[in-house]
Every structure is written in C-alpha cells, then in structure tokens.
C-alpha cells in the first residue's frame, strides 16, 4: 500500500514538473519570436492559457496528495548519513591539520638546528682567521723588530768606526801650528802638514770602505733573510735555491764578522740557518768542499763565538772540518783542529743547563756526531763519544741512534780500540751505549753489523777496565737473553 502511495505521488510531481516544463518551453518560444507577427504570439498566448486552466481543473478534482508514511525515516536516514559523512570529514581535516603542524614543528627544529650549524661554522672561522691574522701580524712584527734591531747595529757600528777614525785624525789637525809659524820653524815643520793631511786622507779611505763594506753585508743580510722566509727547510726539494745563496752568505757573514768584534745575534743566526741548509743540499759528504765552505770553515773556526750563541756554528765547523778531512783522504789532520775546537764548544754550551741541549737534539747533533768516533785522533773520537753519551742519557733520545750508522762506527771504533788497547775513554763510553741499546729487542739485529757482536765478546777477554768488562758482559748477556725468548716464542 505504501509503494502504490509513493508511485502515484511520484506520478503526480512529474505531471506537474512536465507541466511547468511545457510552460517554460512557452516562454522561451515567446520571447525569441520577432514583434511583427502580433496575431501568431496572442494565438499562442490563448492555447497556454486554456491548458493552464484545464491543468488547473484536473488538479482541483484531484485534490492534495498525501505524504508516504516512511517519509520521516528516510529524512532521518539521509540526514543520519549526511551528519556521518559531516563527522568524517571534519576528522579527516582535523588528521590533516595535526600532519601540517607535526610538519611545521619538524620544519622549524630543522631550520633551527641549521641555523646553530650556521652560526657555530661562522664563529670558528672568525676565530680561525683572527688567530691566523693574529700569528701574521705577530710574525711581520717580530721580522721588522728584527730588521730594526740589525739597522740599529749597523748604525752604531758606523758611528763607531767613524769616531774612532776621527779620533786619530782629528788631534793631529788642531795641534798643527799656523801656517806663517810653520814657514819661520823650517823645511822641518812644513813637512808636518802634508803627512797629517795624508793620515786623514787614508783614514777616510778607511771609513768609506768600511761603510761600504757594511752597507754591503747589511743589504746581503737582508735579501737573504727575506729568502729565507720564502724558502722552507727543505734542502732536498731546493738545493739549487740554497746552493745558489751559499756564497753570498758566507761573503755576508765574513763582511760582519770583519766590520765589528760583536756582530749582531739575529744577523748571525739567520745566515748559519742558511749555509747549514746549504750543507745539507750538498748531499754526499766525500765530495771537495765547496768554495764557500772553504771560506766558512776559515772564518767560523777562527772567530770566537757571540754572547747567547746557539750550537748552530758549532754544529756547522764539525760538519765542515769532517767534510775536510773525507775530501783529503781521511790522512794527516785536515780538519782535526776545525772539529776539536766545535767539540769543545758544544761541551761548553751542553754545561750550561739551558736550552742548548734541546737546540743539539733539534738540529740532529747525534747524527752529526756519530762520524767523530771513527777519527783516529783523541782529540776528537773521545769527546764524541762523551758527547753522545750525554745527549743520549734520556731514554726518549737513545732511539736515535738505534740505527745502522751508529753501530757500524762503534764496531769500526772498538776494533780500534782492541788494536791499540789505550783509549779506554772511547770503549766506556761505547759499551754504555751499546748496554742500553741492547735493552731493546728491535736492535737485535743490529748486533751482527760488522761483527760487533764478536768484538764485544773478544773485549771482555782483553786487558779493558772494569768498568768497559762490566758494560761488554751485560751487552752479550742482554742479547742472549732476548734470543732465548725468541727461541721459546717459535716453539
């Protein structure tokens, strides 16, 4: 019953919507017809009105149609459906929203953690470039005090010089009589004058040579100074560069030595730290020395050191006098004096208790020194060995010479040693080396160079002190202790 009710309302609407549509269909016709055809339009509006009033007739006699039963159950259903989907989707904008402002949170933490980054990275390059700007400025000012401190040396030695020249001269000068006292005096006095006159002349000469001769070592000075801040202590790499500033350094180094009893310190030290990189680009030490270290070992062997010198000179006169003696065959004394006189002065700064010691370890005086024992002169093998002895006294600096130069000069010296039987000096202070290098078990091996292993065990069969016996046995007992210790690790 309720379907037919529903199918005959739903009849009805679409009557009535056909009607309204049929009407609107009129209307559109009507208003696109052209004004001129007045009877077409006033026939057509008479035909709408009486279907209209039929229409409206069958509806009067139709009356209201009723509403179905169900009607408030579908209405609640639609809008139960509606107020649903309204519900979804206001949870779906609200998921939404919680997303976008999760994301936002995890935009602004990142952006934020890249902000820090940025600045964290900014401030340590500005502390990065002000310390580096720091260390320039403070390395160009130590190089211009230094330059200021050699013109103000340089300056007082002319100032010097001149009033010494002056001094000499310019007595002479203002005791001279007059000229009309010195024509009635005789042929006696006139001479005088001339004779004066020369003294002033070649004390002038003198002056201006050695101005000349100081403006000379000091623009020297300064060029090569200046090469020296480019260049780096890298003598294999720059030979050519070193090789090519030797001479004028040693002619530097000479003008200052020879223009002042006291030369500057800086001045000094600036051109050894040049030829002792000259040296060493030199490379094999058996070869003829050079022109300039002819000139150098004259000059550095002869002139006695400045107050607060280094060991640098020292350091360079033994390289020299060895380089000497291996150039003339390794016979007579070439070069004996040259390194006994460096040895005595390393001696003496190594008494001192300052920082020479370290300066020695710095600029490789083991390496240096371990050649010496070989020289078959006393006046040169057995303060090399004390040398080496109190330089190596630190456990941390022995290492140095665990190596195959030293143990080869040792054996070489020992086997001197056995020979002669006289240089007890030289063996005691081999054989306490020797002791402590044989604690280490990486210089085992080092014990077969030349024999040495032999010669320390015909030694303590020989007529030696004590003291040498005593280092001899506890060297041969080390070194078989740690063979008994291999021979159980292969096992």
Partial sequence: MALREESEYADTQSESSGCFEHEAEGDDIEENEDDDDESVGETEAAEQKSCESAEAGSLNQMGPTPLPEAWPELVHRELSELHAALKQQHCELAARELVVRRRESELHRDTQLVRDAIAKEASRLYEQLAATLDRKALAHHQRLEGAIHILRQQCAQLQQTRRAALGVTLPNVLHQPPRKLQAEAGEKKRGAAPATIQQLQFARVQ???????????????????????????APSSRAGEWQRHALPATEALL??????????????????????????????????????????LRAIGQTPLCHGEGPLRALLLVRLGLR????????????????ARALGLLRALVSQRGKEKEDMLRLGALTELVPLVNVPHTSVCNPAAALLLTLAAVDAHIDALADEAFFLAAARALKGCLASEAND???????????????????????????????????????ASDFVL?????????????????VEQNM
């Fill in 207 to 233: 002056l201006r040579e050695t101005r000349e001769r100081l403006s000379r070592s000091y623009d020297l000075s300064v060029a090569l100074i200046e090469r020296i801040e480019i260049l780096s202590l």
């Fill in 255 to 296: 003008a200052g030595f020879a223009a002042g009893k006291d030369p500057s310190h800086h001045h000094v030290d600036m051109l050894l730290r040049l030829l002792w990189a000259a040296s060493e680009a030199r490379g094999e030490p058996s070869r003829p020395l050079a022109q300039w270290e002819r000139k150098l």
């Fill in 324 to 339: 000497a003696r291996r150039a003339s065959g390794a016979v007579g004394s070439a070069g004996v004096s040259e390194m």
């Fill in 425 to 463: 000096t030289l063996a005691s202070c081999l054989c306490v080396l020797l002791q402590k290098l044989s604690l280490r078990p990486a210089a085992r091996s080092l014990y077969e160079i030349d024999d040495l292993r032999g010669t320390l065990l015909r030694l303590t069969h020989s007529g």
């Fill in 470 to 486: 005593a280092n001899a046995k506890s060297t041969l007992s080390n070194i078989a202790q740690i063979d008994s210790q291999r």
